[in-house]
């Protein structure tokens, strides 16, 4: 079966933490990208990588770092954590090319307090 | 960029109701997706669907490229099918989401 596993699924933490989120998929896949959820806006693109050591920003990039090492695990960094940063944080993974379902891991909910 | 508008925002059904929901996107996308977002955040691939029709049973999905719109149809809704339903779109080599519709099935 398919799987994208998120780490952590709740998160606090306090402001100017330092925070990493991990996400691991076993399905050998070439992207990997984080998404933020917020009400009413849906899924916005924070980063994503096409291969490994490989990265780019997507639309909501700062405040935010991403570490590809390993093919199989994409790590989302929070340098200092921010209150406007408390939201839901998605991984997701697909083979390259442009018509392959992507994948969702369950999501980690973080709120900064 | 391009936008993604999704319509209505909100729905509400008695067991066994049919809906619509409605993508509209503001430029030409090199592929289409539907989401389903259960009430855990668990979001779930339904259609890829860049044109033409598809079905899965109780669901189907229409995208007409040329005028920029994608159709999801739930026939008979269930209680099950609550949560949040996201249209997707490929632009370049980024997926970009709607806001979704918050569907709500009661029984």
């Known amino acids: 079966d398919v799987k994208v596993t998120q780490s952590s699924r709740y998160l606090v933490k306090r402001t100017g933490e330092k925070v990493f989120l991990e996400c691991v998929q076993d399905m050998d896949h070439e992207n990997m990208f984080w998404y933020r959820q917020d009400p009413g806006l849906g899924l916005r693109l924070i980063y994503f990588s096409y291969d490994v050591k490989m990265k780019e920003k997507g639309d909501i990039p700062e405040g935010y770092s991403v570490s590809r090492e390993k093919k199989e695990r994409f790590s989302l960094i929070l340098e200092s954590a921010s209150t406007n940063q408390t939201s839901m944080y998605l991984c997701a993974s697909s083979a390259a090319g442009p018509g392959n379902t992507i994948y969702f891991g369950e999501g980690s909910w973080l709120t900064v307090v | 960029g391009i936008q993604v508008e999704q319509s209505p925002p909100d729905l509400i059904l008695q067991e066994g109701a049919n809906s619509t929901l409605r993508c509209n996107f503001s430029d030409s996308v090199n592929n289409l997706q539907w989401f389903h977002q259960n009430p855990w955040g668990q979001l779930i691939n339904l259609f890829y669907?860049?044109?033409g029709t598809k079905q899965n049973g109780r669901l189907s999905a229409t995208t007409v490229a040329t005028e920029r719109y994608s159709l999801l149809y739930i026939s008979s809704s269930q209680t099950t099918d609550s949560g949040v339903y996201f249209c997707?779109?490929?632009?370049?080599?980024?997926?970009?989401f709607g806001a979704g519709t918050i569907l709500r099935v009661k029984s």
């Open positions: 997707a779109v490929l632009y370049g080599n980024k997926l970009v």
């Open positions: 669907i860049p044109s």
